[in-house]
């Protein structure tokens, strides 16, 4: 089975501190993905990953970037958290060939206070 | 940008019964896949169904099955015989299947079972 690993399921951060969410992926797929999850707005696109030390942004990078030095390993980095970025962050993977799905890590539930 | 539109945030079926969510989704391409995804309190988002857009035939997956309406750009998710584990948010989704890698998702439905 493919998993999605996120180092964190819950996390409370303060204002102001540089946060890093992680995320592996053992199935060595090309493409990774990290989601915020808000009531009523589903899912937005922060940012992905094709390759390794590649990125792309999303709907909504502002605040946030990412990291991924090797194929397995996609870090979502929070300059300098803000209360407005409390949220879950999902983290997703995918093979670089279609039709296949997402596969998605359990979520971190982030909350800046 | 692609966009997917769920236009039912919540709903609730009794148990046994048959629901349908409802998704719409606004694209110029012609060739593109489809997700059903369930998100149960646990958090982990799990595939439901997926459908190709070249393919006719709508995909079933046991309770699951999708009625796609490729020129009116619908894709509804019935669940029959509701059981109370399918309790759960569920969410849309649109892949290109031309250039780009995005997913692109709906903003949810909330589903209720009703013992």
């Known amino acids: 089975d493919v998993k999605v690993t996120q180092s964190s399921r819950y996390l409370v951060k303060r204002t102001g501190e540089k946060v890093f969410l992680e995320c592996v992926q053992d199935m060595d797929h090309e493409n990774m993905f990290w989601y915020r999850q808000d009531p009523g707005l589903g899912l937005r696109l922060i940012y992905f990953s094709y390759d390794v030390k590649m990125k792309e942004k999303g709907d909504i990078p502002e605040g946030y970037s990412v990291s991924r030095e090797k194929k397995e390993r996609f870090s979502l980095i929070l300059e300098s958290a803000s209360t407005n970025q409390t949220s879950m962050y999902l983290c997703a993977s995918s093979p670089g060939q279609h039709p296949t799905e997402a596969f998605f890590g359990q979520g971190t539930r982030l909350t800046v206070v | ?115």
């Open chain 2, 1 to 115: 940008a692609q966009t997917v539109t769920q236009s039912q945030p919540e709903m609730s079926v009794q148990e046994a019964e048959t629901v349908t969510l409802s998704c719409t989704y606004d694209t110029s391409e012609s060739d593109y896949y489809l997700f059903w995804y369930k998100q149960p309190p646990s958090r982990q988002m799990i595939l439901v169904i997926r459908q190709e857009a070249y393919k006719q035939q709508n995909a079933t997956e046991n309770r699951f099955s999708v009625n796609f309406q490729k020129a009116a750009k619908s894709f509804s998710l019935k669940i029959s015989d509701s059981q109370l584990g399918d309790a759960a948010m569920y969410f849309c989704a649109y892949r290109s299947a031309g250039t780009g890698n995005q997913f692109y998702f709906g903003t949810g439905t909330s589903l209720t079972v009703i013992p």
